[in-house]
């Protein structure tokens, strides 16, 4: 069975750091590219990073000023999202995705891709 589960969200204070990770089973991470996408309140969605199958990095964003890195580790199958300095605006629901066209390459965050069901993370005092 394909599946993506995210874990490690929760409730931190403003300044903390949090690791969110994305374990996938069926698939593996060595033949597949792990994108991060994050929902928050009122906003669209929006893509924050690609960790290619190949351990590539690629960053989508500015907003996180160098907050997040994405990295991943073969042995486990799992990928990593590591926030440092949150914010209160970095609340939202964070998601990782495989794109279901060809793994290899990035999500773009079609509907139709690979998706975990999420982890929220919400930062307040």
């Known amino acids: 069975q394909l599946q993506l589960v995210e874990s490690g969200g929760g409730l931190v204070q403003p300044g903390g750091s949090l690791r969110v990770s994305c374990t996938a089973s069926?698939?593996?991470?060595?033949?597949?590219?792990i994108t991060w996408f994050r929902q928050t309140p009122g906003k669209e969605r929006e893509r924050i990073s690609c960790?290619?199958?190949?351990?590539?990095?690629?960053h989508y964003v500015a907003f996180d000023e160098g907050r997040y890195t994405s990295s991943k580790d073969n042995a486990q199958n799992t990928a990593f999202l590591q926030m440092r300095n949150l914010k209160p605006e970095d609340t939202g629901v964070y998601y990782c995705a495989i794109n279901s066209e060809d793994g290899r390459r990035c999500s773009k965050g079609k509907e139709d891709d690979y998706w975990g069901q999420g982890t929220q993370v919400t930062v307040s005092s």
């Open positions: 069926g698939f593996s991470l060595e033949d597949n590219s």
């Open positions: 960790i290619g199958y190949s351990g590539g990095f690629t």
